[in-house]
């Protein structure tokens, strides 16, 4: 098998992985954010609670694609990819 091929698909499983990461910690956000409602003095409160639980989602992910899916930094790459992109592009659209 071509070797770039081989990369491609390695970093497409990473980038699953991450996107599918992305879609918890949002999932964990809106949540959050319905807790608090109007309540603006626990908002601070939860929205810290939340961001730490994301954190630690981060570093579990890549724990886990480090371990279970191979010591492979193109596969760790694509999880990192996975995680933060769509982030980017949702700070990106506010600003256009």
């Given at each position: ?17 991450g ?18 409602g ?10 810290v ?11 579990a992910l ?21 995680l933060?992109?769509p ?10």
């Amino acid at each position: 098998m071509n070797s770039m091929l081989l990369w491609l698909l390695k970093l497409g499983k990473g980038l699953v992985v991450g996107l599918i990461g992305t879609g918890v910690k949002l999932s964990f956000t809106k949540r959050a954010l319905g807790k608090v409602g109007d309540d603006h003095e626990r908002l601070s409160g939860v929205l810290v609670n939340c961001y730490v639980l994301r954190h630690a989602l981060n570093i579990a992910l890549l724990l886990l694609a480090y371990f279970l899916l191979g010591k492979d930094v193109v596969v760790l790459l694509g999880v990192a990819l996975g995680l933060t992109i769509p982030e980017f592009i949702l700070h990106l659209r506010k600003l256009f």
